[in-house]
């Protein structure tokens, strides 16, 4: 498997430093406008404006809405599951993945499991009663961790610490955002 196969980009679009503070500063503040990312940073709001587009455009940086399922009164597991019984089944166990509703996330990985799936529905036993029932039959092992509640989700802090390490001299601007 080559490095790109894995998540490490060498062709793929590199970040400088100016892309790594406007990416901590949105993630900081989504609703910040290019104007008031230039005038953050002190820069032509033109410049913001092309950065982020490139950044956009190149898949770096992807706007959604995230939903937390479970102030919604929803059950969420992320689930484990391998496919060595066979290529007929990994093929059902893709299909069930592809068109079922309840699973809102899933990866193709490396370690325990060949896939990682997050599952919301109306309560444990319900999930347990329907996707994960029919998950179960074509995985060769299956493991399903309930999720009661977030502890941690910090990508700021991750974009600073990159900055940070990849620019070490640099950090007159990094004040500004902390």
């Not at 969420?76 to 391998?82: D, E, N, R, W, Y």
């Amino acid at each position: 498997m080559s490095s790109a196969d894995m998540g490490a980009t060498e062709t793929g679009p590199t970040a400088d430093q100016l892309d790594l503070l406007l990416l901590e500063a949105m993630v900081h503040n989504p609703d910040i406008s290019y104007k008031g990312l230039a005038e953050l940073f002190r820069i032509d709001q033109r410049t913001v404006a092309k950065r982020v587009r490139k950044m956009m455009s190149d898949g770096v940086l992807k706007r959604s809405i995230e939903v937390d399922w479970a102030k919604l009164g929803l059950a969420q597991a992320l689930v484990g599951s391998t496919t060595a019984r066979g290529i007929e089944y990994a093929r059902k166990l893709n299909e069930i993945v592809d068109t079922d509703p309840r699973i809102v996330e899933s990866y193709e990985t490396l370690g325990s499991y060949h896939y990682f799936m997050k599952i919301v529905d109306a309560d444990a036993y319900r999930m347990r009663d329907s996707v994960l029932r029919e998950l179960d039959v074509l995985a060769a092992d299956l493991t399903t961790i309930l999720i009661t509640k977030r502890i941690k989700q910090d990508y700021r802090s991750f974009l600073r610490y990159l900055r940070e390490t990849k620019f070490p001299r640099t950090r007159e601007r990094s004040s500004v955002i902390r």
